[in-house]
C-alpha cells in the first residue's frame, strides 16, 4: 500500500511517500522559517498562504523523486490537527480532494503521533513500549507509547514549551528567531558555573514541566549587569544547562516509573548536543537507551505522518477505509483521546 502523507500544521510543509513493503521512497519539506523570521514568530495567514504555494509542487517532486504517478497511490494522509487552523486546512483539503477525485481512501492524522511514531522510521528503531519525550518549538511531553493508538500522556509543561523557552531566550541575548540553535552555538563559548539558575520543578514529585520562569530568571541575569559578548555565552550556557538538567532528570523518572528501557526524544529541541551527551550518559548508567531519529524526522515532515497513516490505515477494516466527501481540521485535539485503530 502506498501512502501519501500530507503535513502543513504550522510553518512546514511536508510531503512524503511510504510504502508498507518498501519503506519511506521519498519526502520532500519546505519550510517558511526564513518568511516568518522577519516577525519574529509564525504569521498564521502568511503560513496559510505559503502551504498553498508549495503543496502541489511538492507532491509532485515528492512522485517524481520516488518514480511513482499519480494512480500508483492508495491512500492519502493528512495533519488533521493540531495546528493552526488555516495552515491544516490546506493539507486536509488537498487530501480530501485527492482522495475524492482518485477514488482512493484519506485519513486525517494526529501530529503529535506522527512525532512519537517517527522514531520507528530511523534504524535503529526503538520496540514498543518505550517512553517518549517531545520537546519542541510547541509541546513538551513525556509519554508512554504502547503501541499504535495507544499513549499514555505521563507529565508536559505547564506553561511554555522547551523550544518556546529557547527561543524566547535567544531573544532576549539577542539572537534571531526560531533561536535554539543559535542559542546552544553560543553557549559552546560560555564559562560553566559563572551564572547559577533555577531548575523549575525538578523536584516536583511529578513529570511536569514549567519553563516561563526561566525566561524571567535570565532577564534578571541581563538586567543586572553589563552585557557583553563572554558574559552572553555565560548565560547562554547557564540557561541550556538548566533546560538540559529537567528534561533529563524527568525523562528518567519516567523511566523508572515505568520500568521500560527505551527511551525516544523527538522534536526539534532534541537537536541539542548537549541533551544528547547528558540524557545518552545518564540513561547508560541504568542500562536504558536513548534512541534520537535523524532530525528530519524530528522536526515536522512528511513522512512521519504518511507513516502513521500507513499503520492506522493497515489495521482498519477493509471497509472502513473509505474516500473522503468531507472533511475537518482540530486545531487543539488531545492525544489520549484517540480511538485504537482495533477498536470496534
Ligand atoms: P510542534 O511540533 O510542537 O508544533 P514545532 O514544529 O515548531 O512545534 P520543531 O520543528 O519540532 O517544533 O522544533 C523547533 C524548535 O526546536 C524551536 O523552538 C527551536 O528553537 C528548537 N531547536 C532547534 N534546534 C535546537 C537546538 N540545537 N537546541 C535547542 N533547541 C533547538
Ligand atoms: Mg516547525
Ligand atoms: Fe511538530
Known amino acids: 500500500m502506498l501512502v501519501l502523507g500530507i503535513e502543513t500544521s504550522c510553518d ?12 519511506l521512497l521519498s519526502h520532500t519539506l519546505y519550510s517558511q522559517i526564513a518568511m ?25 517532486q515528492a512522485l517524481h523523486s520516488a518514480r511513482c504517478e499519480l494512480r500508483d497511490i492508495n491512500a492519502i494522509a493528512y495533519t488533521q490537527g493540531p495546528g493552526l487552523a488555516g495552515a491544516l486546512l490546506v493539507g486536509a483539503s488537498i487530501g480530501a480532494a485527492m482522495s475524492f477525485a482518485l477514488n482512493i481512501p484519506a485519513l486525517g492524522i494526529h501530529h503529535l503521533e506522527g512525532h512519537l511514531l517517527s522514531p520507528l522510521l530511523s534504524t535503529p528503531a526503538p520496540r514498543f513500549p518505550f517512553i517518549a519525550l517531545l520537546v519542541s518549538g510547541g509541546h513538551t511531553q513525556l509519554m508512554q507509547v504502547d503501541a499504535v ?9 505547564v506553561d511554555d514549551a522547551a523550544g518556546e523557552a ?34 523549575p520543578m525538578l523536584n516536583s514529585g511529578d513529570l511536569n514541566f514549567s519553563f516561563s520562569g526561566l525566561k524571567t530568571a535570565v532577564l534578571t541575569v541581563i538586567n543586572k549587569q553589563e552585557i557583553t559578548d563572554q558574559i552572553r555565552a555565560d548565560i547562554a550556557l547557564a540557561f541550556q544547562e538548566a533546560v538540559v538538567d529537567v528534561l533529563t532528570e524527568k525523562s528518567l523518572a519516567a ?3 515505568t520500568g521500560l528501557k527505551q527511551l525516544v526524544v523527538a522534536g526539534g529541541v532534541g537537536a541539542n548536543e548537549q541533551l544528547r551527551r547528558n540524557l545518552s550518559g545518564k540513561a ?11 532530525l528530519e ?3 515536522d515532515n ?3 505522518i504518511a507513516f502513521a497513516g500507513a499503520l492506522r490505515l493497515q489495521a482498519m477494516p477493509e471497509a472502513a477505509r473509505q474516500p473522503a466527501h468531507s472533511f475537518t481540521v482540530n486545531a487543539r485535539w488531545n492525544l489520549e483521546m484517540l480511538e485504537t485503530p482495533e477498536a470496534d
Open 12 to 23: 512546514e510543509t511536508g510531503i512524503a511517500l511510504f510504502d508498507t513493503e518498501r519503506g
Open 284 to 294: 547508560a548508567a541504568k542500562s536504558a537507551t536513548v534512541f534520537y531519529p535523524e
Open 149 to 157: 493508538g495507544h499513549y499514555k500522556l505521563l507529565g508536559e509543561t
Open 36 to 60: 516568518h523570521s522577519e516577525y519574529g514568530g509564525v504569521v498564521p495567514e502568511l503560513a496559510s498562504r505559503d502551504h498553498i504555494r508549495r503543496v502541489l509542487p511538492l507532491i509532485r
Open 302 to 304: 512528511g513522512a512521519m
Open 297 to 299: 524526522f524530528c522536526t
Open 255 to 257: 523511566l523508572a516509573q
Open 166 to 199: 529557547f527561543d524566547k531566550t535567544a531573544k532576549l541575548l539577542g539572537l534571531g528567531y526560531p533561536g535554539g540553535a543559535a542559542l546552544s552555538q553560543l553557549a559552546r563559548q560560555g564559562r560553566p558555573g559563572k551564572f547559577k539558575l533555577p531548575r
